[in-house]
């Protein structure tokens, strides 16, 4: 078989920008409601937060963003509390959208 006939079966996005339209209905249809904290886990993150940033422990945070549920592990080194933002190296999680912290 010739070099220019193998290359005629070789696979290719037939309809362009298809995949990317795919994934974002499927990344749409994934999305779930934040959920609602409770007084008593409001207390308990809050508390977390007290003791990992005294003992400049690691922690493994569990937020919401954009529908989705995302972890992030590291060590607080920053809490703004006028913007209600903990940092943790590089990344920035407001304090709304966090649902546990995790202690090591």
């Known amino acids: ?9 070789l696979p290719f996005d037939a309809l362009e920008g298809f995949k990317d339209k795919i ?7 994934e999305r779930v409601k934040k959920p609602v904290l409770d007084e008593q886990q409001l207390e308990l993150i809050n508390e977390n937060v007290r003791i990992a940033l005294e003992e400049k422990m690691e922690i493994e945070i569990v937020y919401f ?23 943790l190296g ?13 202690k090591f």
Not at 1 to 9: L, N
Not at 70 to 77: D, L, R
Not at 90 to 102: F, Q
């Open 90 to 102: 590089t990344k920035k999680i407001s304090a709304e959208d966090i649902l546990e912290i995790h």
């Open 23 to 29: 994934h974002e209905i499927n990344e749409r249809s």
């Open 65 to 87: 963003e954009n529908g989705h549920f995302k972890n992030f592990k590291g060590v607080i080194t920053k809490f703004d509390a006028l913007r209600q933002t903990i940092s």
């Open 1 to 9: 078989m010739s070099k220019k006939r193998k290359g005629k079966w």
